[in-house]
């Protein structure tokens, strides 16, 4: 049983910074790969893909990110912690969302559609980021 606990969010001013932490309890990996990412869903509007981080023993860990984040969102990990992170930096209106950890049940290690949120089985219960302008 994995459960997932975002914190972080808030109002912020356009241009302004904020970091997610998404705090993982119950055995999220299998001690040899694991996954993670974040979404977001905006009022109206279908849930994206915002993030995602793998872990692999033998091969090290890698970052993925939507297109039009790239160079303002950092996602990372702290495996002493079992905890996540988002760095939002310069935030624009259109970044108003409930943001959203997700963790998938199985995770090999292999490749995998790490943008797709049906990849994902555990998520936890959201964080309202508002941007102002």
């Known amino acids: 049983q994995v459960q997932l606990v975002e914190s972080g969010g808030g109002l912020v001013q356009a241009g302004g910074s904020l970091r997610l932490s998404c705090a993982a309890s119950?055995?999220?990996?299998?001690?040899?790969?694991?996954?993670m990412a974040w979404f977001r869903q905006a009022p109206g509007k279908e849930r994206e893909f915002v993030a995602a981080i793998n872990w692999v023993k033998w091969s090290g860990s890698r970052p993925y990110y939507a297109d039009s984040l790239k160079g303002r969102f950092t996602i990372s990990r702290d495996n002493a912690k079992n905890t996540v992170y988002l760095q939002m930096n310069y935030l624009k209106p259109e970044d108003t969302a409930v943001y959203y950890c997700?963790?998938?049940?199985?995770?090999?290690?292999?490749?995998?559609?790490?943008?797709?949120?049906?990849?994902?089985?555990?998520w936890g219960q959201g964080t309202q980021v508002t941007v102002s302008s």
């Open positions: 997700a963790a998938p049940k199985y995770y090999d290690g292999g490749t995998y559609d790490y943008a797709n949120a049906p990849t994902y089985d555990y």
């Open positions: 119950g055995r999220t990996f299998s001690g040899y790969a694991m996954a």
